[in-house]
C-alpha cells in the first residue's frame, strides 16, 4: 500500500510498504477514506519530538471502512464506517475505567522508553514516535487498529466523511480544552492559537455556555475563521496581549485561558525568539514555552490554564511564582477522545455544529509532503489538510 | 569510603545521567544545530557522527538514570568522552578560523565532562565496606493489575500461564507434588531447563519456589498478592533471586537477562498485566514481539510488519 512516511527533519515521503495485518485477535485492519494533517505532526515533522525512525508512517487522524477483524472482535463486521480516535486504548485498565484513555496503561508496548523520560508511560498512540508506541499511522492507505472492539466510533449516518472525520482528534480536543475550563455564566475565555484546535475550542466554549471567547494569533485568515466561530480576535503583532486582555477584561483578566499553541510557539521579539530557539536547539530546553508563559500571567487570579497544545519534553523560564501566588489551576492532557465520541457526534447530528468549517485544502495522499509545507509554512491560506488516499 | 560521601558519588552519576539524556535528545532532534556549535557543520559526515552520539548518550542515561547505583556505569561515560574528544581532536586538526575556535571550545567542555565522569567513575569503584563479591543477584518488581486478587492468583498458579507473559520461557510443565519443569532457550538454541518446587502457596496470597538441587542455574522466588486499596485491583509483586553458575550455561543465562535484569522483569510483569486485562500482548509494528526492554532499543521503523 501507499503511506506517507517520516524521512528525518522536516522531510516525508509517499512510500510503497506492505499491507498490514492483523497482529492481535483484538486488531481490525481499516481501508482509509479519509485522514488529516494535525499541528502533532508538525512537532514530528520539526523533529521536535524524540525517538522518531526513519520510515515511521505518519498520521493520527483517520477514518475509514473496517475490511478484515481479529477472532475476538465482535462489536465491528466488514464493511462498517468507523471514526478512530488517535490515542490507543483497552478499556480495560484502571486508566481506561476513568475515562482517561490517552493515558491507556496497556496500550504503549515502549512504556519502558517513555517512563525514562516522563516517569511514567503515556498510551501508544497512531504515528507518534517510538516512545509512544511505535504504531504506524493513518496517511496510508490501510491501518491496522489495535482493541477495535473498544476505540473506534461506528457512523451510520450518511453524514460525509468531513463532518465525522475531525472526532478523530481535533474536534474532541477543543472541546476538552474548553471543559477543562469549568465554564460559568459570564465567563470570558482566551484561546492562544487559531489553528484547527484553537478554532474548536473557540466553537466548543460558546458550545459550554462561555460568555466572549478572545482569540490569539498573527494569521489573520485564520483570525478570521474563529471570527466566524465566533471569537473576538487579538493578532499578538499588533497589540500587546497581556495589555489588550487586560482592557478587554477590565482588569479581571480572563476567568479560563486555553493554551492551543504547544512546544513550537512563535514568538513577536527577535531577540526572545532566538534565544529560545538556541535552548531548544541545544536541548536545554526542549520546548519553546511563549504562548503558556503569556496564558498564566494573563489569566485572571484563581482562574485555570487550560494546556491543549503539546508539549514533549522540559521548558524554561516557567513563571512559577504567578502560577502559585495567584492561586491558579492547571489542567491538560492528549486528549481522552473516546470519552467525547458518541455526544460530539450527536452535536453534529442534531446541527449544533458542522465539523468541516476548518477545511483548507483536499490532497490526495501522493501530494502529502506539499500538504505539510503549505500547513506549516501557512502558504495559500492552509488552515487544515485531508488527504484522499485512493484519489 | 563513608556512606554520605558514597551517596554524594550517587548524586553526581545521577545528575550526569540526566545531562547524557538532554545531551542525546538533542543530537537524535538536531544534530544540524549540535555540529554547528561545535564547529563541524562543514563535515557531511557530521550529522550522522552526532546522530550516534546522541544515542550513546541516550544509553547512558537509561543506564545512570534507570540503576539503583549508578556511578560504577559512569565508566561507560568515561569511554564515550575519550572518542568525542579524539573526533574533537581530529576536527580542529583541519580546521582553521572561527570554525577552529568553536571546535576547541567544544573540546574543552568535553574534556570538563570527561575529569567530572573520570571522578565519579573512580570513586565509585573503591569497594564498599564489607562488600564481598555478590554471587547470588536477586530482583524485584511491581505493578497493579485492574482484576481481582483470586482471578491474578489462579492466572499465576496455573504455572503453564507462565510463558504467556516471561518472554524467555519457552515452557513450564508441571508434574505433580508440587514440582514443575522449566525450559528456557537461551542464545544460539542453548535450552536451559531446570526442576523448581513449591515452597510455599497460600491461597491468594503468595506462591514461593525454588529449583531443586541439582539445578543448572540455581533459583528461587516469590510472588506476592494483595487488594490494591480502594478498589483499584491487585498489588503483585515479584522476587527472584538466582545464581548464575561457571560455564557455558552461566553464560548463557547471563547474556539471556542481558545488560537491564530487573527491566527484565518489570517488562515480565507488564505483559502479564496485559494478558490479565485486555486478553493479549500489546503488539506495535515497531514492537512487534510486545514489551521488550532490548527491542526498545532497536525498533523497527512503524511500518507494517511483513
Ligand atoms: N492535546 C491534544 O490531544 C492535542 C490534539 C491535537 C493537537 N494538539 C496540539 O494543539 C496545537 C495546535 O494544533 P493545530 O493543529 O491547531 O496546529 P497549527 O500549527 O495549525 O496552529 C498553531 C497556531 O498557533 C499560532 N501561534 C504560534 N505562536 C503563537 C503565539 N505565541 N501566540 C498565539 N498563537 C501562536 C500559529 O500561528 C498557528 O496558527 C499543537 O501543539 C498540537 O500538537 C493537541
Ligand atoms: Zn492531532
Ligand atoms: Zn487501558
Known amino acids: 500500500m501507499k503511506a506517507n512516511c517520516w524521512m528525518g527533519r522536516n522531510t516525508v515521503e509517499v512510500q510503497e510498504v506492505p499491507d498490514p495485518r492483523i497482529l492481535n485477535p483484538r486488531d481490525a485492519i481499516v481501508r482509509i477514506t479519509s485522514s488529516a494533517i494535525c499541528g502533532s ?13 526513519k520510515g515511521d508512517v505518519l498520521g493520527h487522524e483517520f477514518m475509514g471502512e473496517v475490511v478484515e477483524v481479529g477472532p475476538r472482535v465482535s462489536t465491528l463486521r466488514v464493511g462498517d464506517r468507523v471514526v478512530v480516535p488517535f490515542p490507543i486504548a483497552c478499556g480495560d485498565c484502571l486508566a481506561c475505567a476513568h475515562g482517561m484513555y490517552s493515558v491507556c496503561e496497556n496500550s504503549n508496548p515502549n512504556a519502558g522508553l517513555a517512563e525514562k523520560l516522563m516517569g511514567h508511560a503515556p498510551a501508544g498512540i497512531f504515528g507518534y514516535s517510538h516512545m509512544l508506541g511505535g504504531y504506524p499511522g493513518g496517511q496510508a492507505q490501510y491501518a491496522r487498529v489495535p482493541y477495535a472492539d473498544f476505540g473506534p466510533i461506528k457512523i451510520e449516518d450518511d453524514l460525509p466523511d468531513e463532518q465525522v472525520l475531525f472526532l478523530s482528534d481535533i474536534f474532541p480536543t477543543g472541546w476538552m480544552g474548553a471543559e477543562m475550563c469549568d465554564i460559568k455564566p459570564g465567563d470570558v475565555i482566551a484561546v492562544w492559537g487559531a489553528g ?85 536547539a541545544t536541548r536545554m530546553e526542549t520546548d519553546r514555552p511563549y504562548a503558556l508563559r503569556e496564558a498564566i500571567l494573563a489569566c485572571r487570579n484563581g482562574g485555570t490554564v487550560s494546556v491543549i497544545g503539546v508539549y514533549g519534553g522540559l521548558v524554561d523560564k516557567f513563571p512559577m511564582g504567578s502560577f502559585m501566588n495567584r492561586s491558579l489551576t492547571m489542567k491538560t492532557g492528549q486528549c481522552h477522545v473516546q470519552r467525547y465520541l458518541e ?12 465539523p468541516s468549517f476548518v477545511i483548507s485544502h483536499h490532497l490526495p495522499l501522493e501530494e502529502a509532503p506539499r500538504g505539510y509545507e503549505m500547513f506549516k509554512n501557512k502558504e495559500n491560506h492552509c488552515n487544515k489538510v485531508v488527504l484522499r488516499p485512493w484519489a | 569510603m563513608s556512606e554520605k560521601n558514597h551517596r554524594t558519588h550517587e548524586r553526581l552519576a545521577t545528575t550526569l545521567g540526566w545531562a547524557s539524556l538532554g545531551l542525546g535528545v538533542a543530537q537524535l532532534a538536531a544534530p ?40 560504577p556505569m559512569t565508566w561507560t561515560r568515561v569511554a564515550g568522552d575519550a572518542m568525542d574528544l579524539t573526533m574533537l581532536g581530529r576536527a580542529m586538526a583541519n580546521r582553521d578560523g572561527p570554525r577552529r575556535r ?13 575529569l567530572a565522569d573520570m571522578y565519579t567513575a573512580m570513586r565509585a569503584n573503591r569497594p564498599m565496606p564489607g562488600a564481598g563479591p555478590e554471587p547470588i543477584t536477586n530482583l524485584r518488581a511491581s505493578i497493579t493489575v485492574n482484576r481481582p486478587r483470586q482471578e ?13 507473559f516471561m518472554i524467555h520461557l519457552e515452557s513450564v510443565e508441571t508434574i505433580g507434588g508440587g514440582y514443575s519443569h522449566w525450559k528456557v532457550r537461551g542464545p544460539a538454541h542453548k535450552v536451559i531447563e531446570w526442576d523448581a518446587e513449591i515452597v510455599e502457596d497460600r491461597e491468594e496470597q503468595l506462591i514461593a519456589w525454588r529449583s531443586i538441587e541439582g539445578a543448572t542455574v540455581r533459583n528461587s522466588g516469590w510472588v506476592r498478592f494483595t487488594d490494591a486499596p480502594g478498589g483499584r485491583g491487585t498489588e503483585v509483586r515479584v522476587r527472584i533471586d538466582y545464581e548464575a553458575p561457571a560455564g557455558k550455561l552461566g553464560l548463557a543465562f547471563a547474556r539471556l537477562l542481558g545488560e537491564h535484569p530487573e527491566q527484565q522483569v518489570r517488562d515480565d510483569l507488564r505483559r502479564f498485566k496485559q494478558v490479565m486485562e485486555t486478553g493479549e500482548v500489546t503488539r506495535s509494528e515497531g514492537s512487534p514481539e510486545g514489551t521488550r526492554a532490548q527491542r526498545q532499543l532497536f525498533q523497527r521503523p512503524a511500518q507494517p510488519v511483513r
Open chain 1, 41 to 53: 505532526d508538525l512537532h514530528l515533522y520539526d523533529g521536535y519530538i524524540p525517538t522518531m525512525k
Open chain 1, 196 to 280: 484547527p484546535v484553537g478554532q474548536f475550542a473557540v466553537a466548543s466554549a460558546y458550545l459550554l455556555g462561555a460568555e466572549r471567547v478572545i482569540c490569539i494569533d498573527r494569521f489573520p485568515y485564520r483570525l478570521d475563521i474563529a471570527a466566524r466561530a465566533g471569537a473576538e480576535t487579538l493578532d499578538y503583532e499588533e497589540v500587546d496581549v497581556l495589555d489588550a486582555l487586560r482592557d478587554l477584561t477590565a482588569g479581571r483578566g480572563p476567568d479560563a485561558c486555553i493554551d492551543a499553541v504547544g512546544m513550537e510557539a512563535h514568538y513577536p521579539v527577535p531577540a526572545i525568539q532566538a534565544y529560545d530557539r538556541a535552548k531548544q
Open chain 1, 343 to 354: 455526544p460530539l457526534l450527536n452535536k453534529i447530528r442534531e446541527g449544533a455544529i458542522d
Open chain 2, 32 to 71: 544540524g544545530a549540535i555540529s554547528r556549535l561545535s564547529g563541524l557543520d562543514d563535515s557531511p559526515w557530521a550529522g550522522k557522527a552526532i546522530r550516534l552520539v546522541g544515542i550513546r548518550e541516550l544509553l547512558h542515561a537509561a543506564a545512570l538514570l534507570g540503576t539503583r547505583r549508578p556511578a
Open chain 2, 102 to 114: 568553536r571546535v576547541a571550545a567544544a573540546s574543552a567542555a568535553v574534556a570538563g565532562i570527561t
Open chain 2, 152 to 164: 491474578v492468583y489462579r492466572f499465576w498458579r496455573s504455572l503453564e500461564n507462565l510463558p504467556r
